[in-house]
DNA sequence: AAGATACATGAATCTATGTTCAAGTGTCAT
DNA sequence: ATGACACTTGAACATAGATTCATGTATCTT
């Protein structure tokens, strides 16, 4: 019900773009700990929710986050394609897989 | 005489910018394998001299990579500050590790 | 079924970034 | 010192991306 798998069909470069943004960051960090609703994201990001819900339709798109309605709310977590093997904070985007520091700054 | 510092006045999101082009990103990965002079990442990438010349200087300004001049060559290699402690195809950008995949495509 | 809640979408604007073109600088050979 | 070579720089332009604003859709409550 919602796209599960990363999109192939864009190259790596494309795909750090994605992530190459504080808002996403930001987004892609609070969902490597957990799963959040877009109510919850929107409290801890403090911008303004059309603007969040912009850069989610970027993440949906490249397939690096997956959401699933509750309710009223809509619940964002990171895809389970994307999701890293390897221990700790990270994302496998396929091209390549981005391993963020622990207690992430900035 | 060259920057050999990551420029820690930039967040991760600005960092990734930087590796978010194409043009860039295989510059990386080329410099990766081996330092290489202006004339031959040219020749591996098929662009304008002087637009690769505009890429360089991106990433010299991030501290990705860093250059001495060689005769009338100038060579590039990645950053010393960068270069990622574990094996493989990887850098260490200070708020992330990015490890690119075997065999780089795209 | 009407209103409130929780999000998404589209168009308009603004800003940042990539690309091109026309010089400019440093090095080597003669 | 002059010209060729190997690059860098700056300004102009074009495009892509982020942000805002106004509107639209789905769900729940009553």
Redesign the interface.
């Known amino acids: 019900m919602t796209a599960v798998e990363i999109n192939r069909s864009i190259?790596?470069?494309?795909f750090?773009?994605v992530?190459?943004?504080?808002t996403?960051?930001a987004v892609i960090r609070l969902l490597i700990r957990r799963s959040l609703t877009v109510g919850e994201l929107n409290q801890s990001l403090d911008i303004e929710q059309t603007l969040l819900s912009h850069h989610l339709r970027v993440l949906r798109d490249a397939g690096v986050v997956e959401h699933q309605r509750e309710g009223r709310s809509i619940r964002y977590s990171i895809a389970a394609a994307v999701k890293s093997a390897g221990r700790g904070a990270a994302v496998d985007l396929?091209?390549?897989?981005?391993?963020?520091?622990e207690k992430?700054?900035?």
Chains 1, 2 share one sequence.
């Open positions: 190259d790596c470069a494309t750090l773009k992530l190459a943004d504080q996403r960051l396929g091209c390549c897989q981005i391993l963020f520091d992430g700054k900035s």
